[in-house]
């Protein structure tokens, strides 16, 4: 198994990951459901804290129920059941109910999280399981939806930026087996995550993910262990498409060219770029290009023909697959910043141009690149049509 995060590399001062707007920050903290309850979909106040619109739709799979039953259970880990005592937080040394030896790492209350059942049996007829216990099942997984937060009619669907993700009671044999996060989303290469074993009864938290568009969660657990969840941002900025050409050269506008690139990027969705690296010749093109988000920077822009129309974006990532010296297979992402008309004068900032190709068929080694603000040219966002 592959574990990768694909990071862009943002101009400087801009951190990509604080790119996206503050507004729209949410956890998924499993907090007001009972504990017993069969998790098909979470809201504020229900399972989400942090207000977005809409809900989270959940999911999940375990070879003793198959693909027709759900098995994402709400555990209460302050009062562990089924035997569990391994799920407790925190953990004994803390005064709380947790067993296990590696439980150091586990010394906050974390209420309730989210397990697989081991069964679903209700024989009181209340509709929660009567005794929540976790199984330990190759395999198991549970999936989170967030394409349905806030969707409204004609809009696309929304998108988030995943930041933290929080597990319990991972142990190493699981990590060895696939014990990992899948992210995915609209124009997004699928970025895999590593679970970290906790031992019994530990606590691994992952932080500054900061992946955007991201529109489905699969967490892999593989066996026993739980998900007691994370801190998300509901992406902003809205829809965009870009055309954009010009030259980056090392910081001067004459002389030989460094790198010279053309193409658009919408509407529909997708669009056309071709980069050349003048060092050593190769040639970048794809055909297959999608945005992924639009959103706003800490730099000017942005320009015309949106800027006076009320559109605020200034910046988008893209992402799709093309050709490299004309071999097929290639994958890529990549973002650009417009900062204004006329770039690089006026008061404006220089417009931004990044991509990234990546080769999956070699480990996701880089295999061509060109990153830097535009000596020549420009990048311009269009609202969209």
């Known amino acids: 198994m592959k574990t990768l995060i694909r990071t862009l590399r943002a101009p400087a001062a801009i951190a990509l990951g604080a790119c996206l707007a503050p507004a729209g920050a949410f956890e998924l903290d499993f907090e007001g459901l009972p504990a017993g309850t069969v998790a098909f979909e979470l809201s504020e106040g229900a399972g989400i804290s942090g207000g ?8 999940g799979y375990s070879s003793a129920f198959g693909f027709a039953i759900n098995p994402v259970l709400i555990f ?4 562990p059941t089924g035997g569990d005592d391994d799920l407790g937080t925190p953990n004994e040394i803390y005064a709380g109910p947790g067993i296990g030896a590696p439980g150091a790492t586990n010394g906050s209350p974390l209420g309730n999280i989210a397990i697989i059942a081991e069964d679903l049996v209700d024989n009181n007829g209340d509709d929660l399981i009567d005794d929540p216990d976790d199984a330990d099942r ?9 394409s349905t937060l806030g969707k409204g009619k004609g809009k696309k669907a929304p998108t988030v930026t995943v930041n933290s993700l929080t597990f319990i009671d991972i142990e190493a044999e699981q990590g060895e087996a696939g014990t990992y996060v899948e992210l995915s989303g609209p124009g997004l290469p699928t970025n895999l995550i590593a679970i970290p074993p906790t031992g019994d009864n530990g606590v691994a938290s992952i932080d500054g993910i900061s992946l955007a568009g991201v529109t489905h969660m699969r967490v892999n657990l593989n066996g026993s262990g739980s998900f007691a969840g994370g801190t998300f941002n509901q992406d902003e900025g809205g829809d965009c498409w870009f055309t954009f ?12 060219k460094d790198f010279t690139f053309g193409g658009n990027v919408g509407p529909p969705s997708s669009g056309s770029i071709e980069v050349v690296d003048h060092n050593n010749g190769d040639n970048f093109h794809t055909n297959d290009v999608h945005i992924v988000e639009c959103f706003v920077v800490d730099s000017t822009g942005p320009g015309q023909p949106g800027g006076k129309k009320g559109f605020v974006a200034n910046a988008a990532t893209f992402a799709g697959t093309g050709r490299l010296n004309g071999k097929s297979g290639y994958e890529l992402t990549g973002m650009v910043i417009d900062a204004g008309e006329p770039a690089g004068k006026k008061g404006h900032d220089k417009d931004y141009f990044q991509i990234i190709v990546t080769d999956p068929n070699n480990g996701d080694a880089v295999v061509f690149e060109a990153s830097g603000y535009l000596d020549g040219g420009n990048v311009q966002l269009h609202p969209p049509k």
């Open 138 to 146: 190759k395999g198991s997984y549970m999936d989170f939806d967030f």
């Open 245 to 256: 050409g010009g030259f980056q050269n090392a910081g001067i506008q004459s002389g030989g």
């Open 52 to 59: 977005p619109a809409g809900t989270v739709g959940v999911n």
């Open 76 to 79: 209460d880990s302050a009062n």
